[in-house]
């Protein structure tokens, strides 16, 4: 096995214990006995510690998702069609990817990556962008653009907690409704 390809294993295998047992209970022995590694040394020889590896898993959780939205956004030629592409894109991603979306809200909650408000805000500026987009090209109400793209942000990364009490929740159908949410909280109006 490639050394790639043995990372990926790894960090696949680290994904599915965080988000099996969680980040606390989560350990080397855990990882290699899942990804039926002979020994903790191969986990340990393709990352320094458990930070790195920590680190890796929520790399490839971060890139997983920007990939997918770049592929809802690339469409669209609207702001209204872009928040309606990033909205539905997120609640998609997290429903087909139920173990990656908990694995990394377990890592951000327990503190295996230190918040970095820089990185919260490019997540959030992006959305920011459609929204002041959407107010100059005059699709959108005018409104405080990083509050609303906050409110958007925030509604999306609370779909793994509601999957956690109800996981048989209808994602296509939380995905309209926020997506209606937001069409009614940023549209002008008809006066």
């Known amino acids: 096995m490639t050394a790639q390809a043995r990372r990926a294993q790894i960090v696949a295998a680290t994904i599915d214990v965080i988000a099996e047992i969680g980040y606390g209970q989560t350990s080397f022995a855990r990882i290699a006995e899942h990804a039926k590694l002979s020994s903790t040394r191969l986990i340990s020889y393709h990352f320094a510690g458990k930070d790195e590896l920590i680190t890796a898993v929520a790399e ?36 087909t990817h139920r173990s990656r979306m908990k694995a ?6 327990n503190g295996g990556l230190h918040y970095d408000a820089t990185t ?8 920011e962008t459609i929204l002041r987009q ?12 990083r ?4 409110a958007v942000q925030r509604a999306v990364e609370g779909l793994p907690f509601l999957l956690e ?5 209808d994602c296509a159908a939380y995905g309209r409704e926020l997506v209606t949410l937001f069409e009614l909280g940023t549209r002008r109006s008809s006066e």
């Open 60 to 95: 490839d959780a971060i890139t997983s998702i920007g990939d997918h939205l770049a592929r809802q956004l690339a469409a669209e030629t609207t702001a209204s069609g872009m928040l309606r592409a990033y909205i539905e894109g997120m609640v998609q991603f997290t429903a």
């Open 120 to 127: 919260d805000q490019s997540v959030v500026g992006h959305v």
């Open 165 to 169: 009490s109800t996981p048989d929740l």
């Open 147 to 150: 509050v609303m793209a906050t």
């Open 104 to 109: 990394l809200l377990e890592i951000f909650l």
């Open 134 to 145: 959407g107010q100059a090209g005059g699709e959108f109400r005018e409104f405080d653009a």
